[in-house]
């Protein structure tokens, strides 16, 4: 939709009235999912967590099941937890100070996650469960494979650490 494209370019120029626009547009066309999603995305980058899980959880069944929407309903999910988890940097330090810290493993990527550094996530996630394989019943592991979720299970980041997640199975 055009409207929707000149909502989105006002948007990145900063215009204020762009949301309330989309609103609007999202209203108006409450069947075409693709505009709903662009301003759910729009939502979470404004940290509107809860106005973007309410026009997620309002969506058919059959939209949640392709790929880009659950990324995007896995990727809200961490970011309303990274939101409530404070300052990365002193995560950081813990973990440097302290390399057996699952707790701050976790929680550091979880931010990570939410902040798109996917990399420094699995990461931290693959020293998780180097570390503790018991640790949250082995959330290191089932957190990766999320990540390779939202990454498309495929790329070269989703193959390097598939190996490395293989290789420490065995």
């Known amino acids: 939709d055009k409207r929707m494209f000149a909502a989105l370019q006002n948007y990145q120029q900063g215009n204020n009235s762009a949301l309330s626009e989309m609103q609007n547009l999202v209203n108006e ?47 809200l999910e961490v970011m309303t937890i990274a939101d409530k988890l404070g300052d990365p940097q002193a995560l950081e330090q813990q973990v440097a100070s302290h390399p057996e810290d699952c707790e701050s493993r976790h929680q550091l990527s979880i931010i990570y996650i939410a902040q798109g550094q996917f990399e420094q996530a699995l990461e931290q996630l693959y020293r998780i469960m180097k570390t503790d394989r018991s640790f949250k019943d082995d959330i290191g592991r089932k957190e990766m494979l999320k990540v390779f979720d939202m990454l498309g299970n495929s790329g070269e980041l989703v193959s390097m650490y598939r190996k490395k997640l293989a290789a420490s199975l065995y």
């Open 29 to 75: 066309y409450p069947d075409n999912f693709q505009i709903r999603l662009q301003y759910i995305t729009v939502l979470m980058m404004e940290q509107e967590y809860e106005s973007a899980k309410t026009l997620l959880d309002n969506l058919p069944p059959q939209i949640k099941q392709n790929e880009d929407v659950a990324a995007m309903i896995s990727r």
